[in-house]
């Protein structure tokens, strides 16, 4: 017996939301990975900052990480579990030896820019195929992002900059 014979979702159209939802999967696995390093490793001014905000982040995409992966199963996709299989697919590429935290911030705001992107193509998929929950759980990512994006660029202005 399959879920989707109780969603009232087409099959096909269903299949098109999980080819995303694993992308995205990839994409949040590469990132959860960068933040974790940033917390670690991240020196300098504004550390004891950054590494507790760091830290909120990579607890945020592990939470987003299960919730995908929970969908992907819901709408009758398996979710991909191998490392090696999210570095061939992520458009987010794996960071090393950023120690410096405004380069973290700055990767840390081009992978949300990149996942923004993502979560609206993926509510227009989600859309067409009458997928409401997801399209529900991607807006509420994106309202999410947003204010994590102007909080970002805001700690990373310099104050006297107009």
Known sequence: MKTLNFLHLDE?????????????????QVHYTNLRDFHWNVKGHGFFVLHEKFESLYDDAAAKIDEIAERILTLGGTPENRFSEYLKIAKIKETAGVKCGHDAVDHVLDAYGYLIGEERRLIKLAEEAGDAVTV?????????QEKMVWMLVAYSTPACQK
């Open 136 to 144: 529900d759980m991607m807006t509420g990512y994106i309202a999410e």
């Open 12 to 28: 096909k159209m269903a299949q098109n939301v999980v080819a995303s939802l694993q992308q995205l999967l990839a994409d949040y």
